[in-house]
């Protein structure tokens, strides 16, 4: 079960052959340039449609996001269609209360080759939202079997892994399939250790080929090492290519998802991190986030500022061709013997899933779905790098240096703050500001 | 941190039924759990009818609701409706907080509401925890008036 679906080689090449998504993301990438895209969604058409032409427009190389809201999210279509009626706030676009027509005339008046658009979701249990999407001719959506049950849901990763095998096969039945990303880099936003997050996303691209579909990317969330995301990135890469040769795949870099700066400085410089880890480790798309973050859903302009900064900072990024060195913490082996033996637990890639979580085998830290063991504890160690603490029944080794004290409620902020304080720091003091406007004086004003 | 809670109260924590976060919902059973308190914690996208159910088979001290996705506002309320309509449920002790609108600071416009509808304290976003905290310190006091005062809410 380790090796992918084998093809005949005419097969391969047509499975090669991406959708538009794909093709504009890997053009993009033999240029030399970064595809960057936002986190977006409005609840109506409107407002929607002004947001994908500003990111359209923007000075970036972008694709469009249109990110849905939480109703429409868990299925509950109805109080999505009464929001609408209502005029009440929503937090994204419901797409299915919109309706495939409306949705398709949206994205036919917004997208194109240059610019396709991705729908960003967040539902277990997304058939009709697949049928929807499907019949609205969406370019690209993301989630997973495991990724989008065990953070997101309640319901039943068997569940979940059955609604998502239909989901595939949908996709995969159509003339011009939709891209699928797999969202298993991102376990939780934050406190999850590489291994794991590398492991995940390619078993959910595993388990995307099994039901039928080649046009893939696979995820990976910034976290709080730079050495160790690239180390991360450059095994999810190394997997990636063993393991889903014939499929068409790139791989989608996230800005960090967790506890985000507050400051306006620090987080522009954390997603400055991010971008420069993205053009380092050959990531071919970002998705980032603004300085909005911390407070609450960021405006469109904000959206296309944090587009414009990434676009320029990787430009810069990419004439550097600077030589960071990943660390060495064995990610790459840690996520090979997650993949191999939890494809040993079963024929097939969902069932192993299934199975993998059930016994603990695979076990995201501090994750209260009940399906997951939640035996499994991680923490940043002083580098900065994170670790596991406890690796419950995961056949992973666990370092003698690891903290097996129980984590505090103040511990535990601290963790999840850990990012948020290593870039607010320096602007909290004013030490920073100070540095920027006087930089031969930044020394003697004692910026620690 | 150092308050003692005797004998050990009972809390049930939940999010509401589309917020799909759970880091709140951890530290706050971490906190709870570090004052001498037993912890059901029913984790995210939690449907009413199984906290609901859940309230009625526990009986807990207080039923704590944290939600972050900016639908608190709207999923609250017919939460609490829901829960105050319950004759079983009309005494239980019930606080939600969190980020409760997609307005930022001005999400304190909902706290109002809420409280009217049944919430014994609203705790918005960054202010919160420290009123929670004295929330807690009112659970030895009769129902009402007092969780009220500490979240600075008028009812």
């Given at each position: 079960m380790s090796t992918p679906v084998s093809m005949p080689g005419d097969a391969v090449a047509a499975a090669r052959a991406g959708g538009r998504f794909s093709r504009h993301v890997h053009r993009a990438h033999a240029e030399g340039r970064l595809v960057v895209q936002p986190r977006m969604g409005f609840a109506d058409l409107a407002t929607m449609r002004e947001g994908l032409l500003a990111v359209r427009g923007a000075d970036a190389t972008a694709t469009g996001t249109v990110t849905l809201d939480s109703y429409t999210r868990v299925n509950d279509h109805d109080s999505a269609r009464q929001a609408l009626r209502t005029g009440a706030e929503l937090n994204g676009f419901p797409l299915v209360a919109h309706g495939p027509g409306a949705t398709r005339e949206l994205l036919g008046s917004v997208s194109g080759p240059g610019f396709p658009v991705q729908v960003r979701h967040g539902s277990a249990l997304p058939y009709p939202l697949f049928e929807a999407m499907t019949a609205a001719g969406v370019d690209a959506t993301e989630g997973g079997p495991v990724s989008y049950c065990?953070?997101?849901?309640?319901?039943?990763i068997s569940e979940a892994v059955k609604a998502w095998a239909q989901c595939c096969e949908l996709i995969a039945a159509q003339p011009d399939p939709m891209h699928l990303e797999s969202f298993g880099g991102c376990m939780l936003g934050q406190l999850c250790p590489p291994g794991l997050l590398v492991a995940l996303s390619v078993l959910e691209g595993l388990f995307f080929r099994e039901h039928g579909l080649s046009d893939l990317s696979l995820s990976y969330a910034q976290q709080t090492h730079p050495g160790q995301d690239l180390e991360a990135v450059a095994a999810l890469r190394r997997l990636a290519g063993e393991r889903l040769a014939e499929a068409d795949w790139h791989i989608v870099l996230y800005t960090f998802m967790g506890v985000f700066p507050r400051t306006s400085v620090g987080s522009y410089r954390i997603l400055e991190e991010s971008v420069r880890l993205a053009v380092r480790s050959g990531s071919e798309r970002l998705i980032v986030k603004t300085p909005a973050e911390a407070h609450r859903i960021p405006t469109i302009a904000e959206n296309v500022d944090a587009l414009e900064f990434a676009a320029s900072i990787a430009r810069d990024e990419a004439a550097r061709g600077c030589d960071a060195a990943p660390a060495e913490s064995g990610v790459y082996e840690e996520a090979r013997l997650l993949v191999d033996s939890t494809l040993e637990l079963a024929p097939t890639v969902g069932e192993a899933l299934i199975r993998a979580f059930e016994r603990g085998h695979l076990d995201v830290p501090y994750c209260l779905h009940q399906d997951n063991a939640n035996r499994s504890r991680a923490y940043v160690d002083p580098a900065g790098m994170l670790q596991w603490a406890e690796a419950g029944r995961m056949p992973l080794r666990v370092g003698r240096g690891a903290a097996r004290r129980p984590v505090s409620a103040k511990g535990l902020l601290t963790m999840l703050g850990f990012n948020e304080q290593r870039f607010d720091r320096e602007q909290l003091t004013h030490g920073h500001l100070r540095g920027l406007q006087y930089p031969g004086r930044a020394s003697r004003q004692g910026l620690t | 941190m150092s308050q003692v809670m005797l004998p050990a109260k009972r809390f049930v924590v939940s999010s509401v039924s589309s917020d799909a976060h759970m880091w709140n919902l951890v530290f706050l059973q971490l906190l709870l759990e570090e004052q001498g308190a037993q912890v059901t914690n029913l984790g995210a996208c939690v449907p009413d009818d199984l906290i609901v159910e859940e309230c009625r088979r526990s009986r807990p001290d207080a039923l704590v609701i944290s939600t972050v996705n900016g639908h608190g506002h709207l999923d609250g309320l017919r939460l609490i409706r829901r829960i105050r309509s319950d004759p079983d449920l009309a005494g239980l002790r019930v606080v939600i907080g969190g980020?409760?609108?997609?307005?930022?600071?001005?999400?304190?416009?909902f706290a109002e509401e809420l409280a009217l509808s049944g919430y014994d304290a609203v705790f918005e976003a960054d202010g919160g925890m420290e009123s929670f905290q004295e929330f807690l310190g009112t659970?030895?006091?009769?129902?009402?008036q007092s969780a009220l005062a500490a979240a600075g809410v008028a009812a």
């Open positions: 065990l953070p997101y849901s309640r319901a039943p | 980020k409760l609108g997609v307005r930022g600071a001005e999400n304190v416009v659970l030895d006091a009769p129902a009402g």
